[in-house]
């Protein structure tokens, strides 16, 4: 669908717990769907967090992890699992968005769209498939407006874990590497949730901790835009391409910021 003239929010949080920006999210939805907002985008990167989506099976702790539990606790108990997670500085997300464990982390920016996902695909409330379809060509055009090339839409190899492997996927010197992952979520004919970019080299330094997105590490490895340019990446840089490629896939003349304080007020009036 053609949204030429369109402005949609931009929502800069900075730094903000995961179950945080979960909840304002939750708030934004209920607002888009009773259309007192347009679509906004919510920009964040989250402190060092193990989230779990709805894909029950794809959720597992890493073997490496669990054998560090087991050594410091002598049992690999769910108590003694938050237990070390909250003594290394990290906490633990059950989160409402589609697909399995991830690790969020400090250098991985994460952009979540709440928006009419009709509006943006000319589809039908459930044709979940022709949003995922905007998800990913937004990531992929996102990596390349930072000078990553050679993106692919899956990897060539197969593996046991899954039959098929969407995500931001690049190979190189015969080794798949993973670059960015998305979850959705869908409620009241809204889109939320969204997609993460692998930026910076400590941003995926912790995702041993799980088995990424279902994958066993011998499967994966996760690879950032600092690895692939072999250069700092800027904030701004990050931002500026991912709004660049936003603009494209979904339609938009621009974006307005606004924080949430201030939409919250005006919405409470």
Not at 174 to 192: C, D, E, N, P, Q
Request: proline fraction near 2%; hydrophobic fraction near 35%; glycine fraction near 8%.
């Amino acid at each position: 669908m053609n949204l030429e003239n369109k402005i949609a929010n931009w929502m800069e949080l900075g730094i903000k717990p995961y179950d945080e920006v979960m909840e304002i999210q939750d708030r934004l939805v209920e607002l888009r769907a009773s259309g007192l907002i347009p679509d906004t985008i919510i920009s964040v990167q989250h402190p060092l967090t193990v989230s779990f989506g709805v894909d029950s099976k794809n959720n597992q702790f890493s073997d490496l992890f669990l054998s560090r539990v087991q050594q410091a606790y002598g049992n690999t108990e769910e108590s003694s699992i938050m237990e070390y997670l909250s003594d290394n500085g990290a906490s633990f997300s059950l989160s409402k968005r589609g697909g399995g464990a991830t690790v969020f982390a400090l250098g991985q920016f994460a952009f979540y769209p709440v928006v009419n996902h009709c509006d943006i695909t000319g589809s039908h409330q459930l044709d979940v498939g022709a949003y995922k379809s905007v998800i990913y060509r937004t990531l992929f055009q996102s990596l390349r407006n930072l000078g990553v090339e050679g993106i692919k839409v899956s990897s060539s190899l197969d593996y046991a874990t899954r039959n098929e492997r969407k995500d931001a996927w690049i190979e190189r010197g015969g080794v798949t590497l993973k670059m960015g992952s998305k979850g959705i979520g869908m409620k009241r004919g809204v889109a939320y949730h969204g997609f993460a970019l692998n930026a910076t080299r400590e941003g995926i330094s912790r995702s041993w901790m799980v088995n990424q997105c279902g994958y066993r590490p011998e499967e994966v490895k996760l690879w950032s835009v600092e690895h692939e340019l072999n250069k700092k990446v800027e904030p701004k840089e990050v931002y500026d391409a991912v709004q660049k490629s936003i603009m494209a896939n979904f339609g938009y003349a621009g974006f307005q910021k606004i924080d949430l304080e201030k939409l919250e007020v005006k919405n409470a009036c």
